[in-house]
Every structure is written in C-alpha cells, then in structure tokens.
C-alpha cells in the first residue's frame, strides 16, 4: 500500500471522492496511488490540502532520515 493510498483510506476518502476533488477520474487518481507514481507538484500540493497532511509526507520512505534519501536513489 503506497502512504498516499494509506492517509486517504485513514481520512475515510474513496477513490472516487478524491478524483472529483481534484477534477479527474477516478482511474487517473489511481495511477497515483501505486508506488512510484509521478505526481506532478500542483496535484501534491492540492491533494495534501485535501487530506490535510503536509505534501511532504508522500516523498520520503518512511524511516529514512532526508539525508539518507539520495542514498536510497541511488
């Protein structure tokens, strides 16, 4: 389960009520919820604001400290 998919289910949101929040389908929503989805800066920001949560907390692995992310990159 990717942490996107985990706060929205953890904030009561289906799939759908997030996609017509965010004016798109629910199949494009989806696709940003599997694991490794690019999701352009705009729609983070925005989907954040949503679900109340800092876009922040999409980027990062949980457990890794932010210096170590560019290890993890690479």
């Known amino acids: ?3 996107l998919q985990e706060v929205r289910k953890n904030s ?3 799939q759908e009520e997030m996609a017509a929040k965010l ?3 629910q199949q494009a929503y989806g696709v940003y919820e599997k694991d ?3 999701i ?3 729609t983070l920001d925005k989907i954040a604001e949503i679900l109340m949560v800092d ?3 999409f980027l990062y692995k949980e457990g890794l400290e932010n210096e170590s ?3 993890f990159l690479y």
């Open 40 to 42: 352009p800066n705009k």
């Open 1 to 3: 389960m990717s942490k």
């Open 36 to 38: 490794g989805a690019v």
């Open 12 to 14: 009561g949101m289906t």
């Open 23 to 25: 004016g798109i389908t």
């Open 69 to 71: 992310i560019t290890e």
């Open 55 to 57: 876009p922040n907390d």
